[in-house]
């Protein structure tokens, strides 16, 4: 036994842990209760920590190979984020704050849509992990959802209509809705640039079956005319994102947030532009999207 507790959010999906250090090296019996919580309660989190980034990192690893950093947004510059030579290609910078009149990071203050992290990839994450370093008083929540129950919970006409089809991933925008370096916008969806994965894949750890939606802008549902993938997607999205799915993390100063990218969804409220908020991410390089 350690002395690690967990105690569920009460809500869909969700957890704390207490009774760990991140700043030291986590023994493998917390670690086993960890990774048990984490597949049981999908979003862990870790409040109060005082890490670095290497801490970040090497806690971070103990869950598979670290990731690189995606794709810079269009407007997002990260020359002035400050990271070490050795952390920099792995630790993304999210921030809100600008310096000498450049963003130290991306994604500003504005509202982050319902997405899966980087799901435009042939290989998306399979997990990220985020770390408070500074944030606003009020504003910048982020909200998780449970795509196990949303798929399990599929009236039956829905789920038939989405067996066995795919979707294609936008990579030409970021969840702010910001165009990426070297896109042009998408005039016919059905012609977006991104990966192509299934609707419902399967859990390589769990075995079970969750909704892989990405983002609702610009997605399209393969072999289906436009007008017919929209209505199926409008339906999904109107299923997947409904509250009692949902969790939201209010996000205080030492907060580690980490989630299961291949069966939670996210998003982040707007805040307030001025005000201060960094957070740095990692991630862990997830595997091949197999379909449920």
Known sequence: MTDLWIRPSGAALGADIHGVDLSRPVSDAQFAEIAEAWKIHLVLRFSGQRIDDHQLMAFSARFGELDRVPIAAAH????GAGLAPDVAPWVTVISSIVQDGRPIGGLGASELVWHTDMSYNPLPPRAS?????????????????DMYAA???LPAALRTAIDGRTC????????????????????DVSRTPGAVHPLVRLHP???????????????YIH??????????LDALWA??????????QKWRIGDLVMWDNRCVMHRRDAFEPGLRRLMHRTQIVGEPVVAG
């Open 76 to 79: 997002a510059e990260r020359g």
């Open 129 to 145: 992990l985020l770390y408070a370093i500074e944030v606003p008083p009020s504003g910048g929540d982020t909200s998780f959802l």
């Open 151 to 153: 798929y399990e919970t």
């Open 168 to 187: 294609i991933h936008d990579s030409s925008h970021n969840s702010a809705g910001e165009l990426r370096k070297g896109f042009q916008e998408t005039i």
């Open 205 to 219: 750890a769990s075995g079970r079956k969750a909704l892989f939606l990405g983002r609702r802008p610009n997605a």
């Open 223 to 232: 072999g289906l005319p436009v007008d017919e993938s929209e209505t199926v």
């Open 239 to 248: 299923h997947a994102t409904q509250e009692r799915f949902a969790w939201t």
